[in-house]
């Protein structure tokens, strides 16, 4: 015979695991909720939340491999090659054959998109700032933590 206060643990332990109660949704609306509000802040400069991370890998180091960029994206090659052909149309990046292995395309900011770093940054931030307020600056690099941790694990 299971004790009520088995019951009453495994109860809990069901109601956690089931939407909207779950890790795993509310990660999920946390999400949606800031790429919703990035989108929104990202707007004006016609711009998406995927431009601005393939910009930061840009900003990071320029003259990146389009395979290099995926791989840090964790992002398909189709998905990954029609984003950069709609900035390479705005006039954002440029491709360039590698000079010593012409399979491979390397992606270059152009002046426009090397300007876009005095703009984008302060956004994101104002976006993260509203997302995690009330949230001190110790429990944010915990919540990193945990967060990357998680990841790992499921990589």
């Not at 695991?17 to 909720?33: F, M, V």
Request: overall charge neutral; hydrophobic content about 40%; charged content about 25%.
């Amino acid at each position: 015979m299971v004790s009520t206060s088995e019951n009453s643990v495994a109860l809990e332990s069901w109601q956690q695991t089931r939407a909207p109660y779950n890790l795993g949704y509310r990660i999920k609306l946390l999400s949606q909720l800031l790429y919703r509000k990035f989108t929104e802040r990202l707007e004006p400069y016609g711009l998406t939340p995927f431009h601005w991370v393939i910009l930061c890998c840009l900003w990071e180091e320029n003259g990146l491999p389009t395979s290099t960029i995926g791989e840090r994206l964790k992002q398909v090659g189709g998905t990954l090659t029609g984003v950069l052909d709609r900035m390479e149309e705005r006039g954002l990046v440029r491709r360039e054959r590698d000079c010593r292995d012409r399979r491979i395309w390397r992606i270059w900011l152009t002046d426009a998109g090397k300007e876009l770093e005095a703009i984008l940054p302060e956004l994101a931030v104002e976006v993260r700032e509203q997302a995690l307020q009330g949230i001190s600056h110790a429990e944010r690099e915990q919540f990193a933590r945990m967060i990357n941790q998680a990841i790992a694990n499921l990589s």
